[in-house]
């Protein structure tokens, strides 16, 4: 059983930062690419970043330079870091896990921006 589970969600000010965790668990191959998704209310889920294996990083042109994904493969965790946070920016943020016969997704996590 694998699980995928994310967290770092919350309320920040416009301006602010918040790191995301995305962490796998269970009986895991291993990992090729992480992702990370938005969908913000009345849009259709749109791509963030991902990481390989290999930690290359890719990301959606208009959120380059303020978002940058890592990961810590030991602990199988990758984070999203964000900063300069807009209220656009109001999302709930989903990870998945792409293993070479499957693709896992977390439940995902509610960042709203606000003052």
């Known amino acids: 059983q694998v699980q995928v589970v994310e967290s770092g969600g919350g309320l920040a000010q416009p301006g602010g930062s918040l790191r995301l965790s995305c962490a796998a668990s269970g009986n895991l191959p291993p990992i090729f690419l992480t992702g990370w998704y938005r969908q913000a209310p009345g849009k259709e889920r749109e791509l963030v970043a991902t990481?390989?294996?290999?930690?290359?990083?890719e990301y959606t042109d208009s959120l380059r330079g303020r978002f940058t994904i890592s990961r810590d493969s030991a602990k199988n965790v990758v984070y999203l870091w964000m900063r300069n946070l807009k209220p656009e920016d109001t999302a709930v943020y989903c990870c998945?896990?792409?293993?070479?016969?499957?693709?896992?997704w977390g439940p995902g996590t509610q960042v709203t921006v606000s003052s």
């Open positions: 990481i390989s294996r290999a930690n290359l990083a």
């Open positions: 998945n896990v792409n293993v070479q016969t499957a693709t896992y």
